[in-house]
């Protein structure tokens, strides 16, 4: 047991990262494994399309230097319609944003160990007291954390986190060139990033154009596989043949090509998670999960999380005489209800509703939005259901109807949890 830390993490994406930049800020030993090796790191693992707002940008210190593109606002399209809301936000280049979470990690001391692919906890009296990774090799910890994100080889060894497959949204992001950002009949695209709620390019799901500068952008598609993505599915397409058919049929792609080498796939869940730690252990991240249920956004909630995970075990080994059992490190999944997630089932309700829409009802919806106070969409982003009779109608009780008899009649989607 020589090679021993205060804290373990296993993986390098932005929660496990940020998590050991806030440790070892606090002078704790921190080690994380990374599966990729550095000289090709982030490879697999960009995934993200790293669009983010300046509440992030300044809680983490992120430097403008990483950011691609910042962008004014926001637009929510249709198939026939759009909204524009003024937001300023950030399009970041992932992979350097990464990059830079790990350079910043090692400056406040913590250690990596790339090519290092974790496979199982080290458990010694019911408590989770290190990672056996690479096989054979062992490495010791107080206080282990998984943050390697659907994969999840700590958590699910021991049963922390139950992440469903039939919750599992899957995405494709293709950066390009080429791209007429300013289309007649479309949103001016120019410094925005943009979601699209159409079936007939997503269904069950969005896309998106996240403006990167000049003719360039991400351009993406994503969708959860369930009921609701099979009831407006054309069977013969898979999540590639969708993007490939918006980009053949949006005339804002005609001159567009693909930039070498940036294809991006990933996926999450989109559910209500369970329990986040035991005997020292939590799970952070994607592991958990934490991606934002409306738009996926999962970056700043991936980073809370962290930030919440680093609180409860500096609370945990700060004493005199540590103490990281299950019933301190707890306060970690308080942390997560209260800052990282808050209002997680009502925005879950609020997600299944969105997705069950028409394509018909989501033109209707930009002229709803149109119509009404500024902040009606943030209320509603935030979980505030009172904010949503300014959005329903009496023509929508059949799609009301509809919900509750999946919600209450049919049981509860896992993704919403038990309670």
């Known amino acids: 047991m020589s090679d021993r830390f205060d804290v373990v993490i296993a993986g390098a994406g932005p929660a496990g990262a940020q998590c050991a930049r806030d440790l070892a800020a606090r002078d704790y030993d921190v080690l994380v494994l990374e599966t990729e090796p550095e000289a090709e790191f982030p490879r697999q693992s960009n995934k993200s399309t790293a669009g983010t707002f300046p509440s992030m940008m300044a809680s983490f210190g992120v430097p403008d230097d990483v950011v691609m593109q910042f962008t004014d606002s926001v637009v929510l399209e249709s ?26 990690g090692r400056e406040q001391g913590a250690e990596y160990r790339f090519d290092s692919r974790a496979t199982a906890p080290i458990e010694s009296d019911g408590s989770v007291v290190g990672i056996r990774y690479d096989g054979s090799e062992e ?3 107080d206080v282990v954390v998984d943050a390697t ?24 992001e293709w950066e390009l060139e080429g791209i007429d950002v300013d289309h007649t009949g479309y949103a001016d695209l120019h410094d925005a990033m943009m979601l699209r709620l159409d079936h007939d390019v997503a269904p069950g799901g969005y896309s998106w154009i996240f403006h990167t500068g000049g003719d360039t952008a991400k351009v993406g598609v994503c969708y ?48 209500q998670p ?8 939590v799970a952070i991240g994607d592991t958990v999960p934490s991606i934002d249920p409306l738009w996926g956004e999962g970056i700043h909630k991936g980073m809370k999380s962290a930030r919440a995970a680093a609180a409860a075990i500096d609370r945990c080994l700060s004493p005199t005489e540590p103490d990281t059992s299950a019933a301190q490190l707890s306060t970690y999944d308080d942390l997560w209800h209260r800052d990282v997630a808050p209002k997680a089932r009502q925005r879950l309700l609020m997600t299944e509703l969105l997705y069950l829409a028409s394509n018909d009802r989501y033109d209707r919806l930009m002229r709803d939005l149109r119509a009404t106070e500024e902040d009606t969409l943030a209320e509603i982003n935030g979980g505030n259901l009172a904010a949503f009779p300014n959005l329903i109608h009496l023509d929508d ?3 009301l109807a509809t919900f509750g008899k999946e919600r209450f009649l049919e049981g509860s989607p896992r993704w919403l949890g038990d309670d």
Request: proline content about 4%; charged content about 30%; glycine content about 6%.
């Open 224 to 271: 959860i596989q369930n009921d609701r993505h099979r009831e407006h599915a054309d069977e013969d397409l898979t999540i590639d043949g969708y993007l490939e058919r918006w980009l053949e049929s949006d005339p804002r792609f005609a001159d567009a090509e693909k930039i070498e080498g940036k294809v991006h796939r990933g996926s999450a869940h989109i559910q």
């Open 79 to 104: 198939p026939n319609d759009f909204y524009v809301q003024n937001q300023p936000g950030a399009v970041l280049e992932f992979a350097e944003f990464k990059r830079w979470l790990v350079a910043d």
């Open 397 to 399: 009780l059949s799609l």
């Open 149 to 172: 994100g659907p994969a999840a080889p700590l958590a699910k060894a021991l049963d922390v986190c139950d992440l469903h497959r039939e919750n599992q949204a899957i995405g494709i």
């Open 274 to 281: 369970a329990e986040m730690s035991t005997d020292g252990f």
């Open 139 to 141: 490495v010791y910890a």
